[in-house]
């Protein structure tokens, strides 16, 4: 009788933990969708951020920091622009009419595949760039409203309260990345705040707006 | 990591162009201009001034403004904190140089790097005026009625590869560096001027601390 008890014990725990390290999304009940996530979609001519970055590749830390800028020109395309204090760029992003993705400029230091695809998406997200609007879910969860979009692998959670944008996350089975945002105070302001914490590659991007130090 | 340092220790140097400057003439006799400029820097032994900094994105049509306090100690020690908008410090020390930003203070050996070394020395030219002897760059000197012009060429590949030229502009009478123009590939330019110099006025070995 006994090792049935241990037996059991074990499978209950195994269930617990299961249940704990599973998808954290689980829980969230489907509601109808009655207005797209695509109200937050920010609406800026210039935007200046301050930005630090800090990360692990194997085992070796990396700290950067500098200055971000978004743009969206005239002809409706939208520039991102990261540059050193000193005033060097270090990246220079486009997505033109069609929401395509060009590298305008980046140093050989950043220049690596894996390094552009994780910027380019973090900011298509915090953008909302290229969402499939067809493809739209909502969700709530306690006190929260979460609005699911397909990615070409996993979702894109933009979750809300009372109508106000706390955070972004993109999720496979399990959460990659945690965007959090600070201090937004319209529907379609980029925040003062924004954190990117990627939880499967150790790197996280703070940025905080900075715009009095822009001229035209 | 280091690369990326370097990457951002050389937005300190002012690049620009090369061809002759509007209202500016060749100075044909360098050997004289190097031999006042190296007697005006034998008796300065600390410098520190304002400066503003301006970031021109060419094809953003955008400036980016910033400001802070400059400070040089001979032989070699060189202290850049910018104030505004953001909090930064970048301080060379004996080949070493410490960066430090809002949140957290990176150190760096220059001997490990080329580039590094290389910066180090240019800027300690500067101060120095020793800077038409650096071999990392083809320089070319200018002059108007109360200035002079100092067009520097990149040689080397690490610096060719980011920059096309730096300009540093001294006035006439105490050849204080008054401007330093870096020009990137791309056209963008970083323009950063320099503003109530003092000299010899003492300053606490603790700004040039690196360790």
Request: glycine share 4%; hydrophobic share 40%; proline share 3%.
């Amino acid at each position: 009788m006994k090792p049935c008890l241990k037996l059991s014990s074990l499978s209950l725990l195994l269930v617990v933990l299961l249940g704990a390290c599973g998808n954290p999304y689980k829980k969230l009940l489907q509601q109808p969708t009655t207005s797209s996530a695509l109200r937050f979609q920010p609406e800026y001519d210039k935007v200046l951020y301050r930005g630090i970055v800090d990360g692990k590749m194997i085992w070796k830390r990396f700290h950067l920091s500098g200055i971000l800028m978004f743009k969206k020109m005239e002809d409706s395309s939208i520039r991102v622009v990261l540059q050193n204090e000193m005033g060097v760029s270090f990246f220079d992003f486009e997505w033109d009419k069609q929401q395509q993705f060009t590298v305008k400029q980046i140093i050989p230091q950043l220049d690596k595949k894996a390094v552009v695809a994780l910027l380019q998406k973090d900011l298509q997200l915090l953008l909302m760039i290229g969402l499939q609007s067809q493809t739209e879910s909502t969700f709530s969860k306690d006190e929260e409203t979460y609005q699911r979009f397909s990615l070409d692998k996993g979702y894109v959670y933009y979750i809300s309260t009372n109508n106000q944008l706390t955070r972004i996350e993109n999720a496979g089975k399990q959460k990659v990345t945690t965007i959090s945002l600070g201090g937004k105070n319209g529907l379609k302001e980029l925040p003062e705040r924004v954190v990117f914490k990627h939880h499967k590659a150790n790197f996280t991007i703070q940025l905080k707006r900075i715009d009095d130090h822009v001229e035209e | 990591m280091n690369k990326i340092i370097v990457t951002a220790v050389f937005s300190l140097f002012p690049l620009v162009a090369w061809a002759q400057p509007k209202g500016y003439t060749s100075v044909k006799n360098t050997t004289t201009f190097e031999t006042e400029l190296s007697n005006a820097n034998a008796g300065i032994r600390t410098i520190n001034s304002d400066f503003s900094q301006t970031k021109n994105m060419a094809l953003l049509a955008e400036k980016v403004k910033s400001k802070g306090k400059f400070y040089f100690m001979k032989e070699d020690k060189i202290r850049i904190e910018y104030t505004q908008p953001f909090s930064y410090i970048l301080v060379m020390n004996k080949g070493q140089v410490l960066v430090k930003d809002e949140q957290k203070t990176s150190k760096v050996n220059t001997k490990n790097s080329k580039a590094l070394q290389s910066v180090n020395r240019i800027m300690i030219d500067c101060m120095r005026g020793t800077i038409l002897s650096n071999p990392d760059f083809k320089a070319s000197v200018f002059e108007s009625g109360n200035s002079y012009l100092i067009a520097l060429i990149p040689s080397q590949a690490a610096m060719k590869n980011m920059f096309s030229g730096i300009d540093i502009y001294l006035t006439k009478k105490q050849f204080d560096v008054t401007r330093l123009v870096m020009k990137e590939n791309g056209g963008d330019l970083t323009d950063m001027n320099f503003s109530n110099a003092q000299h010899n006025q003492p300053l606490n070995e603790t700004l040039f601390k690196v360790k």
